[in-house]
């Protein structure tokens, strides 16, 4: 996929990481940095990837998934992760689903929202209140690593794990002054 | 066509029954939150029913989960009128994926009954219309028993569909184990994705 005089970029890796451990379904509200991931997952055809209308029915759908055998991630920006709480307490973990969460990181580095970042100030107390496994990917060198033992884990141990996509990895969304 | 207020008020755990009764296939059955979980738990627990304890609004996207994991198994999502009104939006991606397994049954009493029976919207909405304009063509309200028999034989040769239901406000006929992983592990033997316990 990657040609050797060139760095995999991260939505590369994530592609990769996924196909690796058999996550074939995909779920997302759009963002505008995950676009380019979104875009890789349409095309190719080992993935099923649509929108759908609420991250808490993505949610429900991968979980669905799971049960039915289909390993799945649910993509979405950081303001969406404010409307899943009920779905991640009354569904996903209390009946243990390896969901995996997949967040672009809105709100710090350069956000210009102030909606965006004081919903992200409720992101990781809320992961940590639900005791959800939750990493914040930084590095690109690191990415691949964290990814591949985490959805391992999270299957292994029937837990959902969260990964927060940092601006630093990302480059986020850039304010035009 | 029946319309909304033609239909003949049914009861949710009777017309649980005759469905259930229509199930030779091992389809799986997603309940809804509250009542309409209980009544499927008092038909009969099948290892292919899942209970929803929580996270009302679900029940037809966890359904559309498992029909996209299991494109040959029928999947049926049985949601009370202000579940599915929570969450109105899955009915659109419902039709944009347009599983052919998967059939949406909507118990419609007009009130949130588990909760003191305070009136939804659905008196003012017609949710098999709603369901229609969404893009689930094959939407329509049961007229009274055994056109609902008929209708849902026809939603299990072939989907998406939903099928509306006009019910009393008898509450639920006993109540579901509140055991979430013990839901989820027998669900996913019932469908054959884990082994049973010896």
């Given at each position: 996929m990657?040609?050797?005089?060139?760095?995999?970029?991260?939505?590369?890796?994530?592609?990769?990481?996924?196909?690796?451990?058999?996550?074939?379904?995909?779920?997302?509200?759009?963002?505008?940095?995950?676009?380019?991931?979104?875009?890789?997952l349409h095309r190719d055809?080992?993935?099923?990837?649509?929108?759908?209308?609420?991250?808490?029915?993505?949610?429900?759908?991968?979980s669905g998934a799971w049960m039915g055998g289909?390993?799945?991630?649910?993509?979405?920006?950081?303001s969406g992760f404010a409307t899943i709480p009920n779905a991640l307490a009354s569904l996903v973990v209390p009946s243990q689903i390896p969901a995996l969460l997949f967040v672009s990181e809105r709100g710090t580095l350069g956000e210009f929202n102030l909606g965006q970042a004081m919903v992200l100030k409720t992101m990781r107390p809320v992961l940590d209140a639900l005791a959800v496994d939750h990493h914040t990917i930084t590095r690109q060198d690191e990415l691949g690593f964290v990814l591949d033992r985490s959805i391992k884990q999270a299957v292994a141990i029937?837990?959902?794990?969260?990964?927060?996509?940092?601006?630093?990895?990302?480059?986020?969304?850039?304010?035009q002054a | 066509m029946t319309h909304a207020h033609n239909a003949k008020v049914m009861n949710r755990f009777e017309l649980t029954k005759r469905l259930v009764a229509q199930l030779k296939h091992e389809e799986a059955v997603i309940g809804g939150i509250g009542n309409t979980n209980f009544d499927l738990w008092s038909s009969g627990q099948r290892p292919q029913n899942f209970y929803m304890l929580g996270s009302m609004g679900l029940a037809a996207p966890i359904a559309l989960g498992v029909a996209i994991a299991q494109p040959k198994r029928h999947v049926i999502a049985l949601e009370g009128d202000g579940s599915l009104l929570m969450q109105l939006g899955c009915l659109t991606t419902v039709a944009a994926r347009a599983p052919?397994?998967?059939?949406?049954?909507?118990?419609?009493n007009g009130i949130y009954q588990i909760t003191g029976g305070q009136q939804t919207a659905s008196s003012t909405a017609d949710l098999a219309e709603v369901a229609r304009a969404c893009g689930i063509a094959k939407s329509a309200w049961a007229a009274d028993e055994e056109d609902f028999d008929r209708l849902f034989a026809e939603a299990l040769k072939g989907g998406p569909s939903l099928i509306a239901v006009r019910i009393d406000d008898?509450?639920?006929?006993?109540?579901?184990?509140?055991?979430?992983v013990q839901i989820r592990a027998r669900f996913m033997q019932g469908l054959g994705v884990r082994r049973a316990q010896a």
């Amino acid at each position: 996929m990657t040609s050797q005089s060139r760095i995999a970029t991260w939505h590369e890796t994530v592609v990769a990481s996924l196909k690796a451990n058999d996550v074939r379904l995909t779920v997302y509200v759009p963002d505008r940095v995950l676009t380019p991931l979104i875009e890789t997952l349409h095309r190719d055809a080992f993935f099923t990837c649509f929108a759908c209308t609420r991250e808490e029915e993505a949610i429900g759908i991968v979980s669905g998934a799971w049960m039915g055998g289909m390993r799945g991630a649910v993509l979405m920006q950081t303001s969406g992760f404010a409307t899943i709480p009920n779905a991640l307490a009354s569904l996903v973990v209390p009946s243990q689903i390896p969901a995996l969460l997949f967040v672009s990181e809105r709100g710090t580095l350069g956000e210009f929202n102030l909606g965006q970042a004081m919903v992200l100030k409720t992101m990781r107390p809320v992961l940590d209140a639900l005791a959800v496994d939750h990493h914040t990917i930084t590095r690109q060198d690191e990415l691949g690593f964290v990814l591949d033992r985490s959805i391992k884990q999270a299957v292994a141990i029937q837990q959902p794990v969260v990964f927060i996509l940092s601006p630093l990895l990302t480059g986020g969304k850039v304010f035009q002054a | 066509m029946t319309h909304a207020h033609n239909a003949k008020v049914m009861n949710r755990f009777e017309l649980t029954k005759r469905l259930v009764a229509q199930l030779k296939h091992e389809e799986a059955v997603i309940g809804g939150i509250g009542n309409t979980n209980f009544d499927l738990w008092s038909s009969g627990q099948r290892p292919q029913n899942f209970y929803m304890l929580g996270s009302m609004g679900l029940a037809a996207p966890i359904a559309l989960g498992v029909a996209i994991a299991q494109p040959k198994r029928h999947v049926i999502a049985l949601e009370g009128d202000g579940s599915l009104l929570m969450q109105l939006g899955c009915l659109t991606t419902v039709a944009a994926r347009a599983p052919n397994n998967l059939t949406i049954v909507v118990w419609d009493n007009g009130i949130y009954q588990i909760t003191g029976g305070q009136q939804t919207a659905s008196s003012t909405a017609d949710l098999a219309e709603v369901a229609r304009a969404c893009g689930i063509a094959k939407s329509a309200w049961a007229a009274d028993e055994e056109d609902f028999d008929r209708l849902f034989a026809e939603a299990l040769k072939g989907g998406p569909s939903l099928i509306a239901v006009r019910i009393d406000d008898k509450p639920g006929v006993g109540t579901t184990d509140r055991d979430p992983v013990q839901i989820r592990a027998r669900f996913m033997q019932g469908l054959g994705v884990r082994r049973a316990q010896a």
